[in-house]
């Protein structure tokens, strides 16, 4: 593989020590084409691409992968957790209080972190997480009406 390359799903896999399996390969991808999906969307998508997958097996490659840095997962308040591929850029999300869709809000300032804590405690902050709550365009527009 050149530098120009971009490895492929199988070889992200094993460039972090995991093991290819094609529901491994399917999971990854389906994260990465999905929008902030919770375990039951990825587990059905996966089985619509490998088959049968139990959902518990989905619970350990989705931990396995996030371990790994391949995903991130995110926990909105009263929210189940959901994943996506976008890692490594500190971005935050924007979640709508009525139908729980959530989008990516790039960082605020740019930098890891873009927020600076008002008293660090003397922790060495390397990340700011943050979720921004309010209605998507559709539930704004369905409660005004």
């Known amino acids: ?13 094993r460039g972090v ?8 390969v399917a999971l ?6 999905g929008d902030h999906l919770g ?7 996966v089985r619509d691409r490998v088959g049968h997958v139990s959902v518990q097996a989905v619970y350990e490659a989705l931990h396995a992968l996030t371990a790994a840095g391949l995903i991130r997962r995110i926990e909105p308040a009263g929210s189940p957790a959901r994943f ?9 999300h924007v979640v709508c ?3 729980g869709a ?4 790039d960082c605020a300032v740019g930098e890891v972190p873009c927020l600076t804590a008002s ?27």
Not at 1 to 13: N, V
Not at 85 to 92: A, S
Request: charged content about 25%; glycine content about 6%.
């Open 1 to 13: 593989m050149t530098a120009s390359q971009t490895p492929t799903t199988a070889e992200e896999l």
């Open 17 to 24: 020590g995991l093991r290819v399996t094609a529901a491994r």
């Open 28 to 33: 990854l991808e389906t994260v990465r084409t």
């Open 39 to 45: 375990v039951e969307a990825i587990a059905s998508r």
């Open 84 to 92: 996506e591929g976008r890692v490594g850029d500190n971005h935050h």
């Open 97 to 99: 209080r009525s139908c």
């Open 102 to 105: 959530v989008a990516d809000v």
């Open 119 to 145: 008293d660090d405690h003397g922790f060495s902050i390397d990340e700011a997480e943050v979720i921004y709550w309010g209605l998507c365009p559709a539930c704004a527009t369905a409660s005004s009406s």
